[in-house]
T-cell receptor, first 109, second 116 residues
């Protein structure tokens, strides 16, 4: 499976936008980019996914570089409830999701 | 829908005992996944099923671990005999093809297993 690289941790101030980067230089043409997050003491939850175009949903936006070798998850206004570990994943096989270490996001009041 | 249901939420057992973790996927979902999470190794996929059939069990650590899915609404993960290094949080997740090729996985709350 292709690998992703994320910073170990990031900090953000409450109510400010947060840009979480992810590098995936070995991505193949059929790989989708998925983001999940895991709040403390909970199971992971799906956030968003995309292939080539930027995507928006109620939780976040996903910006994908033109060469697809990197992407950025954007939280438009961070809240304390957004403090979590964020996982960037390339879905290479039909069904499997392989989690890396992710980025631990801290939100400062 | 109630979401993915796992039981028990917490399990404390002694080394050598048999442990059975249970999972009820979301109704209508045809994929079921078992994960294990530890501080050292993060989230690891152990095994997954499609239509009750095991598809990939390459993540199962050893023969002490076994998983079954006797029907679409129930799965078990069994550890026999248990060892202290099996202490972890075990998550069950389910998903469906109905949403298209790249559908999301829904995770349960997890079972925290402690083996003493």
């Amino acid at each position: 499976d292709a690998k992703t690289t994320q910073p170990n941790s990031m900090e953000s101030n409450e109510e400010e936008p947060v840009h979480l980067p992810c590098n995936h230089s070995t991505i193949s043409g059929t790989d989708y980019i998925h983001w999940y997050r895991q709040l403390p003491s909970q199971g992971p939850e799906y956030v968003i996914h995309g292939l080539t175009s930027n995507v928006n949903n109620r939780m976040a936006s996903l910006a994908i570089a033109e060469d697809r070798k990197s992407s950025t998850l954007i939280l438009h206004r961070a809240t304390l409830r957004d403090a979590a570990v964020y996982y960037c994943i390339l879905k290479t096989s039909y069904d499997k999701v392989i989690f890396g270490p992710g980025t631990s996001l801290s939100v400062i009041p | 829908d109630a979401g993915v249901i796992q039981s028990p939420r917490h399990e404390v057992t002694e080394m050598g005992q048999e442990v059975t973790l249970r999972c009820k996927p979301i109704s209508g979902h045809d994929y079921l996944f078992w994960y294990r999470q530890t501080m050292m190794r993060g989230l690891e996929l152990l095994i997954y099923f499609n239509n009750n059939v095991p598809i990939d069990d390459s993540g199962m650590p050893e023969d002490r671990f076994s998983a079954k899915m006797p029907n679409a609404s129930f799965s078990t993960l069994k550890i026999q005999p248990s060892e202290p290094r099996d202490s972890a949080v075990y998550f069950c997740a389910s998903s469906s093809r109905d949403r298209g090729r790249n559908y999301e996985q829904y995770f349960g709350p997890g079972t925290r297993l402690t083996v003493t």
